[in-house]
């Protein structure tokens, strides 16, 4: 392992504004926010959204940003989860003028600084945070250095990926079908074409695809010392 | 802080007494959260070893540390993803137990745990002593499963769970607090669920 990139801001809770709310079907629900007293994040990084109820019970979950550092909102993706306290609170009912608990920016190991060549492989919302990334690296001029492989079961449960298909990442739907990529997982011959040359690679999904991914990553040659992973999800 | 307009508490609202502040109970789910891949760990060559300030640093292997007194936990784990899983059982071995062999000197006072990837996290001793720390390598009277720690992680219940560091192959004793791998990205130097000791700068 190596030694954070970010310096330390020891965070605390601000509150943030709801300035946009988007929902894709019933699968996700984008939020743009206007945060008091900010600090600027590196991609990667994550929010925590707390929310409160009358009597003092609260609920707080960790969200990834999917904005640029230089966005003047941060934008989270927020998967709606089956009895989802928090997100399925932010799917149904959040709306524009809403305001939320937050705190952040979080995290200094999952994040990429700008310059370090490097592969990121995300299923599904696993590719929140590589949205900042890319992000960051185009304002940057820097985005020759990532190569995005994103993975889901369909086009639908793929957030941002029109803004992938156009940057070229190599998508690999499982059910469906996508241009001349037969239905299929993503496969250890493919990541090794598509690791040449880099010296980092991040994973985001569920454990089964970092599990899954990891194990591909192993045959395809990469070292797993420059492996960054980030779950989430439950396992029986 | 103001309320959350239309907020009241969704399905996972528990009222537990059990549950820590900002917690949720997870169930029959256990969620798995690293920052590295999971590493393959060939039991024939894993050691456990307890040096540093002490009197007499020691290396057990997987036959060795079998062969101390059987120790089990059972009760509730608690991460800082805010997950909380009731009613875990864990066994394997109490981290007194190999304290007493390697015999700290009185000048100790914290701890660094290293996993076999390189991960670590800092405790003071006294948070490991006394019954509240252990070795273990069964959950649930099976192996533990490599995703959780498996063969042999620490486990540290009362604090979040990060501090019980996952394919753990060494303690070393220390006369001064260092921080660890979370603990340099953000995360608290103690880390009490029940003060919410989350991130840096938390009380």
């Known amino acids: 392992m190596t030694e954070p990139v970010v310096e330390a801001v020891a965070s605390s809770w601000t ?3 709801v300035r946009e709310v988007e929902r894709f079907g019933e699968t996700y629900v984008r939020l743009r926010l206007e945060v008091a007293d900010r600090h600027d994040h590196v991609p990667g990084q994550h929010y925590v959204v707390r929310l409160r109820a009358p009597d003092g019970y609260t609920a707080q979950r960790s969200y990834s940003l999917a904005s640029d550092p230089a966005d003047p909102l941060i934008e989270l993706m927020v998967e709606c989860l089956p009895r989802g306290e928090v997100s399925g609170f932010l799917h149904d009912v959040a709306e524009v003028g809403d305001e939320l608990e937050l705190r952040g920016p979080i995290g200094r190991w999952f994040v990429w600084g700008g310059k370090v060549p490097s592969l990121l492989v995300a299923g599904g919302s696993g590719v929140v945070p590589f949205i900042s990334m890319l992000r960051f690296a185009r304002r940057m001029g820097t985005a020759s250095e990532l190569t995005i492989v994103a993975s889901a079961q369909t086009r639908e449960r793929l957030p941002y ?7 070229g990442a190599f998508i690999a739907l499982t059910r469906e079908n996508h241009g001349n990529r037969v239905a299929a997982h993503i496969y250890p011959d493919e990541l090794a074409e598509l690791s040449k040359g880099i010296e980092r ?3 985001c999904g569920s454990a089964g695809f970092v ?9 395809a ?4 010392d420059i492996v960054r992973v980030e779950q989430f999800g439950a396992t029986a | 802080m103001p309320v959350t307009r239309g907020f009241t508490g969704g399905a996972r609202r528990g009222g537990d007494k059990r549950l820590p502040p900002g917690q949720y109970d997870t169930g029959a789910g256990w969620p798995v959260l690293t920052a590295e891949l999971t590493p393959t760990i060939d039991l024939d060559t894993w050691t456990m070893t307890v040096d540093g300030l002490v009197e007499n640093p020691t290396t057990w292997d997987w036959r060795g540390i079998h062969a101390l007194p059987a120790a089990s936990y059972f009760g509730d784990i ?3 993803t805010t997950w909380t899983k009731f009613d875990t059982t864990f066994a394997g071995v109490s981290v007194d137990a190999l304290l007493e062999i390697a015999k700290p000197r009185p000048e100790a006072t914290h701890v660094m745990a290293t996993s076999t990837t390189g991960y670590n996290t800092n405790l003071p001793l006294e948070d490991i002593t006394d019954g509240k720390a252990w070795i273990v390598w069964e959950f649930d009277g099976k192996p533990l499963a490599a995703e959780h720690g498996g063969p042999v992680r620490m486990l540290v219940p009362h604090l979040y769970f990060w501090k ?3 394919w753990i192959t060494r303690i070393e004793l220390m006369d001064h607090d260092e921080q660890g791998f979370w603990e340099r990205n953000g995360y608290h130097d103690r880390g009490d669920p029940w003060l919410e000791q989350r991130y840096q700068g938390d009380a």
């Open chain 1, 211 to 219: 599990s899954f991914i990891g194990r591909s990553l192993g045959e």
């Open chain 1, 161 to 167: 990926i029109d803004e992938l298909e156009e940057f």
């Open chain 2, 78 to 80: 608690h991460c800082v």
């Open chain 1, 201 to 203: 690679a991040y994973v």
């Open chain 1, 15 to 17: 509150t943030g504004t």
């Open chain 2, 164 to 166: 019980s560091a996952k």
């Open chain 1, 221 to 224: 040659g990469v070292r797993s």
